[in-house]
T-cell receptor, first 110, second 116 residues
Framework: GEDVEQSLFLSVREGDSSVINCTYT??????LYWYKQEPGAGLQLLTYIFSNMDMKQDQRLTVLLNKKDKHLSLRIADTQTGDSAIYFCAAVSGTYKYIFGTGTRLKVLA | EAGVAQSPRYKIIEKRQSVAFWCNPISGHATLYWYQQILGQGPKLLIQ????????DSQLPKDRFSAERLKGVDSTLKIQPAKLEDSAVYLCASSSGPFANTGELFFGEGSRLTVL
């Protein structure tokens, strides 16, 4: 079945860039998303990219999509302590079925 | 605009007891999802509704879990009898559809279940 994989942890220093990676298996995924989850809260959409795009930039966020390798990445420029959270990659395909990755816990060191 | 409402936020029960969670999606959202998020894992889809019809319940443990969305608006997820491994956060999400605007899923804050 469809699967989305992510590395579990990432630690960066405040002010550095963070890069969170994700791979997915369903080549028919039309939309790919990045969600952020803070402790005790639900998931909140950060950004998204359509499958016909290679890159999308949104302020400090840059999403890169490599459809051939089914690889998605999220770069956060000038990472702040407030960016510490769990980041989930999600792919949607078929009948609006959203598949989430295991999440990458980002820790930002002051 | 009001967000996705879920209740209760926290529930502690003993194994073999039953529990029910309620979700009220964003007004006008036709698609409603229930996800199970076990600590340290990503959300796993339990059931997906389109209006009051089930689109996907392939990962719902039907011997103990049930869900309904009778009038195509709010929804209830029930677990009976609960097992220890059901301890998780149950997230409800709604969407107007992936081809409307960004296709974003809007999540509630979740209902945290602890089974002792």
């Amino acid at each position: 079945g469809e699967d989305v994989e992510q590395s579990l942890f990432l630690s960066v220093r405040e002010g550095d860039s963070s890069v969170i990676n994700c791979t997915y298996t369903d080549s028919s995924s039309t939309y790919l998303y990045w969600y952020k989850q803070e402790p005790g809260a639900g998931l909140q959409l950060l950004t998204y990219i359509f499958s016909n795009m290679d890159m999308k930039q949104d302020q400090r966020l840059t999403v890169l999509l490599n459809k051939k390798d089914k690889h998605l990445s999220l770069r956060i420029a000038d990472t702040q302590t407030g960016d510490s959270a769990i980041y989930f990659c999600a792919a949607v395909s078929g009948t609006y079925k959203y598949i989430f990755g295991t999440g990458t816990r980002l820790k930002v060191l002051a | 605009e009001a967000g996705v409402a879920q209740s209760p936020r926290y529930k502690i029960i003993e194994k073999r007891q039953s529990v029910a969670f309620w979700c009220n999606p964003i007004s006008g959202h036709a698609t409603l999802y229930w996800y199970q998020q076990i600590l340290g894992q990503g959300p796993k889809l339990l059931i997906q509704f389109q209006n009051n019809g089930v689109v996907d319940d392939s990962q719902l443990p039907k011997d103990r879990f049930s869900a309904e969305r009778l009038k195509g608006v709010d929804s209830t997820l029930k677990i009976q009898p609960a097992k220890l491994e059901d301890s998780a956060v149950y997230l409800c999400a709604s969407s107007s559809g992936p081809f409307a605007n960004t296709g974003e899923l809007f999540f509630g804050e979740g209902s945290r279940l602890t089974v002792l």
